[in-house]
T-cell receptor, first 114, second 114 residues
Framework: GEDVEQSLFLSVREGDSSVINCTYTDSSSTYLYWYKQEPGAGLQLLTYIFSNMDMKQDQRLTVLLNKKDKHLSLRIADTQTGDSAIYFCAEKGRYGGSQGNLIFGKGTKLSVKP | DAGVTQSPTHLIKTRGQHVTLRCSPISGHKSVSWYQQVLGQGPQFIFQYYEKEERGRGNFPDRFSARQFPNYSSELNVNALLLGDSALYLC?????????????FGPGTRLTVL
């Protein structure tokens, strides 16, 4: 079946790096995503990685993919207080025949202390 | 350009009532997906519509239904509301549904069932 697991909380100091981890179960997942949700808001796509890549870097964000272990991580360099939010890992599912639905983890709440 | 819009932003209903939630996709986007996000959880896929046809359905009871109109806007209907239907309902639009497709999320409708 399809399932995405994440740790629920992470607390870091401003200026440090944050690493948020995720494991997924569907080895046929072609795309994996990281979304950010701020309080009272919808979801914002931060970055994604295609399954044939090991790493993707986008400014302060680095995504690492270990396909063998089905492990995905998001590293945020120089974490700022504005990065405080809930981060969701998601994989592209095929639930109910859909070609585009997303399977989300429960989210990791990142708290950045000044 | 306007993003995905949803109405209403907040809604309070009582058990047994029905509710209609509305979503307008980004201009030019032909696919709309609906997700339910219960407090403390990640979003769960409910439906996906593309070109006015249902293309995917998640594991939700028949009390949940949806449709997509010729202008690609969409409605989500929930009948016989239960307390457990209290959640943030998110709508996402995308250009297409094949291969990589970025889903853009609206701010959501927060439904409270008393």
């Amino acid at each position: 079946g399809e399932d995405v697991e994440q740790s629920l909380f992470l607390s870091v100091r401003e200026g440090d790096s944050s690493v948020i981890n995720c494991t997924y179960t569907d080895s046929s997942s072609t795309y994996l995503y990281w979304y950010k949700q701020e309080p009272g808001a919808g979801l914002q796509l931060l970055t994604y990685i295609f399954s044939n890549m090991d790493m993707k870097q986008d400014q302060r964000l680095t995504v690492l993919l270990n396909k063998k272990d089905k492990h995905l991580s998001l590293r945020i360099a120089d974490t700022q207080t504005g990065d405080s939010a809930i981060y969701f890992c998601a994989e592209k599912g095929r639930y109910g025949g859909s070609q585009g639905n997303l399977i989300f983890g429960k989210g990791t709440k990142l708290s950045v202390k000044p | 350009d306007a993003g995905v819009t949803q109405s209403p932003t907040h809604l309070i209903k009582t058990r047994g009532q029905h509710v209609t939630l509305r979503c307008s996709p980004i201009s030019g986007h032909k696919s709309v997906s609906w997700y339910q996000q219960v407090l403390g959880q990640g979003p769960q896929f409910i439906f996906q519509y593309y070109e006015k046809e249902e293309r995917g359905r998640g594991n939700f009871p028949d009390r949940f239904s949806a449709r997509q109109f010729p202008n690609y806007s969409s409605e989500l209907n929930v009948n016989a509301l239960l307390l457990g239907d209290s959640a943030l309902y998110l709508c996402a639009s995308s250009l297409i549904i094949r291969s990589y497709n970025e889903q853009f999320f609206g701010p959501g409708t927060r439904l409270t069932v008393l």
